[in-house]
Nanobody, 114 residues
Framework: QVQLVESGGGLVQPGKSLRLSCAAS????????MGWYRQAPGKLRELVAR???????NYADSVKGRFTISRDNAKNTVYLQMNSLKPADTAVYYC????????WGQGTQVPVSS
Protein backbone atom coordinates (compact mmCIF):
# COMPACT_ATOMS: atom_id res chain seq x y z
CA GLN A 1 0.00 0.00 0.00
CA VAL A 2 1.40 3.35 -1.08
CA GLN A 3 1.37 6.14 1.48
CA LEU A 4 2.58 9.72 1.28
CA VAL A 5 2.33 11.41 4.66
CA GLU A 6 2.91 15.15 4.87
CA SER A 7 3.88 16.93 8.06
CA GLY A 8 5.15 20.31 9.19
CA GLY A 9 2.21 22.49 8.23
CA GLY A 10 0.56 25.02 10.49
CA LEU A 11 -0.08 28.69 11.09
CA VAL A 12 2.92 30.90 10.34
CA GLN A 13 3.42 34.65 10.30
CA PRO A 14 4.38 36.52 7.11
CA GLY A 15 8.13 36.64 6.63
CA LYS A 16 8.74 33.49 8.65
CA SER A 17 9.89 30.05 7.52
CA LEU A 18 8.41 26.57 7.57
CA ARG A 19 9.64 23.19 6.43
CA LEU A 20 7.27 20.57 5.10
CA SER A 21 8.17 16.89 5.04
CA CYS A 22 6.64 14.02 3.12
CA ALA A 23 7.46 10.46 4.11
CA ALA A 24 6.77 7.86 1.43
CA SER A 25 6.20 4.14 1.82
CA UNK A 26 5.18 1.37 -0.53
CA UNK A 27 7.12 2.72 -3.51
CA UNK A 28 10.69 2.53 -4.78
CA UNK A 29 11.22 6.10 -3.67
CA UNK A 30 14.53 6.74 -5.41
CA UNK A 31 13.12 6.35 -8.93
CA UNK A 32 10.17 8.68 -8.45
CA UNK A 33 9.93 12.34 -9.30
CA MET A 34 8.69 13.92 -6.09
CA GLY A 35 6.75 17.14 -5.99
CA TRP A 36 4.76 19.61 -3.98
CA TYR A 37 1.52 21.13 -5.20
CA ARG A 38 -0.75 23.57 -3.43
CA GLN A 39 -4.34 24.64 -3.61
CA ALA A 40 -5.50 27.95 -2.21
CA PRO A 41 -9.16 28.57 -1.36
CA GLY A 42 -11.15 29.12 -4.55
CA LYS A 43 -8.19 28.43 -6.81
CA LEU A 44 -6.93 25.56 -8.91
CA ARG A 45 -4.24 23.24 -7.65
CA GLU A 46 -0.81 24.36 -8.88
CA LEU A 47 2.70 22.97 -8.98
CA VAL A 48 5.03 24.50 -6.41
CA ALA A 49 8.22 22.50 -6.93
CA ARG A 50 9.45 19.10 -8.00
CA UNK A 51 12.65 17.13 -7.93
CA UNK A 52 13.58 14.27 -10.23
CA UNK A 53 15.25 11.03 -9.27
CA UNK A 54 18.50 12.60 -10.45
CA UNK A 55 18.07 15.70 -8.31
CA UNK A 56 16.97 18.16 -10.99
CA UNK A 57 14.54 20.73 -9.65
CA ASN A 58 12.03 23.19 -10.98
CA TYR A 59 9.86 25.77 -9.25
CA ALA A 60 6.83 27.91 -9.83
CA ASP A 61 7.85 31.48 -10.59
CA SER A 62 5.98 32.68 -7.53
CA VAL A 63 8.26 30.73 -5.16
CA LYS A 64 11.65 30.90 -6.90
CA GLY A 65 14.31 32.16 -4.54
CA ARG A 66 12.14 31.53 -1.47
CA PHE A 67 11.34 27.80 -1.52
CA THR A 68 13.74 24.88 -1.81
CA ILE A 69 12.80 21.28 -2.52
CA SER A 70 15.13 18.46 -1.51
CA ARG A 71 15.02 14.72 -1.03
CA ASP A 72 16.67 12.12 1.18
CA ASN A 73 16.48 8.76 -0.56
CA ALA A 74 17.82 6.97 2.52
CA LYS A 75 14.80 8.20 4.48
CA ASN A 76 12.26 8.04 1.63
CA THR A 77 11.44 11.65 2.40
CA VAL A 78 11.05 14.83 0.37
CA TYR A 79 11.19 18.27 1.94
CA LEU A 80 9.98 21.75 1.06
CA GLN A 81 11.80 24.55 2.83
CA MET A 82 9.68 27.69 2.63
CA ASN A 83 11.25 31.02 3.54
CA SER A 84 9.92 34.57 3.49
CA LEU A 85 6.36 33.32 3.51
CA LYS A 86 3.60 35.57 2.24
CA PRO A 87 -0.16 35.52 2.81
CA ALA A 88 -0.43 34.52 -0.88
CA ASP A 89 1.31 31.24 0.04
CA THR A 90 -1.68 30.24 2.15
CA ALA A 91 -2.90 26.91 0.81
CA VAL A 92 -3.18 23.21 1.38
CA TYR A 93 0.13 21.67 0.31
CA TYR A 94 0.15 18.22 -1.26
CA CYS A 95 3.04 15.83 -1.76
CA UNK A 96 3.17 13.83 -5.00
CA UNK A 97 5.14 10.91 -6.35
CA UNK A 98 5.24 10.47 -10.10
CA UNK A 99 6.49 7.64 -12.25
CA UNK A 100 4.48 5.12 -14.24
CA UNK A 101 1.76 5.81 -11.68
CA UNK A 102 1.11 8.98 -9.74
CA UNK A 103 0.34 9.20 -6.05
CA TRP A 104 -0.87 12.00 -3.81
CA GLY A 105 -0.73 12.68 -0.10
CA GLN A 106 -3.65 13.91 1.96
CA GLY A 107 -2.34 17.45 2.21
CA THR A 108 -1.25 19.73 5.02
CA GLN A 109 -2.59 23.21 5.65
CA VAL A 110 -0.32 26.23 5.69
CA PRO A 111 -2.09 29.43 6.70
CA VAL A 112 0.17 32.49 6.50
CA SER A 113 -1.26 35.25 8.61
CA SER A 114 -0.34 37.73 11.30
Amino acid sequence: QVQLVESGGGLVQPGKSLRLSCAASGIMFSIYTMGWYRQAPGKLRELVARITSGGLTNYADSVKGRFTISRDNAKNTVYLQMNSLKPADTAVYYCTAASVRNYWGQGTQVPVSS
